[in-house]
Structures are given as structure tokens and as C-alpha cells.
């Protein structure tokens, strides 16, 4: 258990499909982070959120969508995929925006058809 | 701008045999230097870190990592591995704001 929770662990979804990621950190951390994963590539950090606000945004298409209502949680929306969107989708927090540390969920791995 | 480069994308060893795996980085600032380790299915979990004091930094589970400021590498050893050691291994570097990741080695233990 380390702490960040992420749902669902599996999705599959078609190209004109809407769906969400979920995820959860139990941790007391203010910094939450989206990456993906994909083969042979390094982790692309894509969004930054500090005390619920969103600070970055690493040139990601606007068919991903970051939410973060609070502290605690971060949804991922997604809207009109690409099959090269498929990959594992992962949520991290630290303690704040200083990174000495991060802490993963398990990931989503995402398909796209 | 910081980067990180993990000069080998798989290594095969086998078991009870000794482990490097080499991780070398650049940055203009002070940093700090991490292992992940991934299993199968999995997200990604802190194996050490090396934050300031002693260059040499050990895990629970038997692996050490030595950071070496004049070569600017941090390699990942481990004196006799297992078969629970097979998994991807990410050596990270942060300046205290970003953390970038190099591209992972993926370690296969045979029996």
C-alpha cells in the first residue's frame, strides 16, 4: 500500500469515448502529479497541480482534461483518444512542489481502439 | 535543464551474482538523486535516495548506491541478487523542483 490509490487499474475505451482517471493520496501531500508511461520512453510528467492549483502543463493535447478538486484527489478526463494514447498513466504526490521525493499509485493502463 | 541517462536498457544476471546498474546525469545546480523500482503491473516505488551527508546510500533490501560528484553518476549495486529482484529499475534526478527520470534498465534475474 503506498499510500496513492489509483482507479481503474485497467480501461479500455474507444477513440470517441469520454472517460476518467481517478486518483487518490492518502498522504497529506499538496503537490499531486500526472505522468505517462510509455515503451521506451522516459515518464512524461504532464501536469503539476500545488495546493490545487494547476502549475504545469507540459504541452499536453486538450483532449486531456486534469481536475483536482482538492488536496487529496486528481482526475484525469479524457475525451477523443488516440490509439498512440494508450500507455500506463500514473499519479504521484510529495509532500509540496519541492520534489525531494515522490509517491506512486499503481497506474492505470490505459487502451485505446 | 537536467537529464538523466541509464546506459544499459536490460540486464540479464544471474542469481546470487552480483548487480551494477549505471546511472549517470547532468545538471547546472546541486541535486538530488533517486531509485525507483517498478514490478510488473505496478507503480513505481522509492528504493533509495541520496538527498546530502554520506555519498553512500543503502536500501532495506540489500542494494546501495554511491553518488560520485566528479563523474556525476549514481550507480545502483546489489552484492547477490534474487529472483525477487527482476523488475525495472529508474534512476531520477531533482533540483529541488523537477524530477526527471532516465528511460529505466529493466534487470531479469535467472535462476
Known amino acids: 500500500e503506498t499510500g496513492v490509490t489509483q482507479t481503474p487499474r485497467h480501461l479500455v475505451m474507444g477513440m470517441t469515448n469520454k472517460k476518467s482517471l481517478k486518483c487518490e493520496q492518502h498522504?497529506?501531500?499538496?503537490?499531486m502529479y500526472w505522468y505517462k508511461q510509455s515503451a521506451k520512453k522516459p515518464l512524461e510528467l504532464m501536469f503539476v497541480y500545488n495546493f490545487k492549483e494547476q502549475t504545469e502543463n507540459n504541452s499536453v493535447p486538450s483532449r486531456f482534461s486534469p481536475e483536482c478538486p482538492n488536496s487529496s484527489h486528481l482526475f484525469l478526463h479524457l475525451h477523443t483518444l488516440q490509439p498512440e494514447d494508450s500507455a500506463l498513466y500514473l499519479c504521484?504526490?510529495?509532500?509540496?512542489?519541492?520534489?525531494?521525493?515522490?509517491?506512486f499509485g499503481q497506474g492505470t493502463r490505459l487502451t485505446v481502439v | 535543464a537536467q537529464s538523466v541517462t541509464q546506459l544499459d536498457s536490460q540486464v540479464p544476471v544471474f542469481e546470487e551474482a552480483p548487480v551494477e546498474l549505471r546511472c549517470n546525469y547532468s545538471?547546472?545546480?546541486?541535486?538530488?538523486l533517486f531509485w525507483y523500482v517498478q514490478y510488473p503491473n505496478q507503480g513505481l516505488q522509492l528504493l533509495l535516495k541520496y538527498l546530502s551527508g554520506s555519498t553512500l546510500v543503502e536500501s532495506i533490501n540489500g542494494f546501495e548506491a554511491e553518488f560520485n560528484k566528479s563523474q556525476t553518476s549514481f550507480h545502483l549495486r546489489k552484492p547477490s541478487v534474487h529472483i525477487s529482484d527482476t523488475a525495472e529499475y529508474f534512476c531520477?534526478?531533482?533540483?529541488?523542483?523537477?524530477?526527471?527520470f532516465g528511460k529505466g534498465t529493466k534487470l531479469s534475474v535467472i535462476p
Open positions: 498522504l497529506g501531500h499538496n503537490a
Open positions: 531520477a534526478v531533482s533540483d529541488g523542483y523537477q524530477l526527471t
Open positions: 504521484a504526490s510529495s509532500p509540496t512542489r519541492v520534489n525531494t521525493e515522490a509517491f
Open positions: 545538471s547546472s545546480v546541486s541535486v538530488y
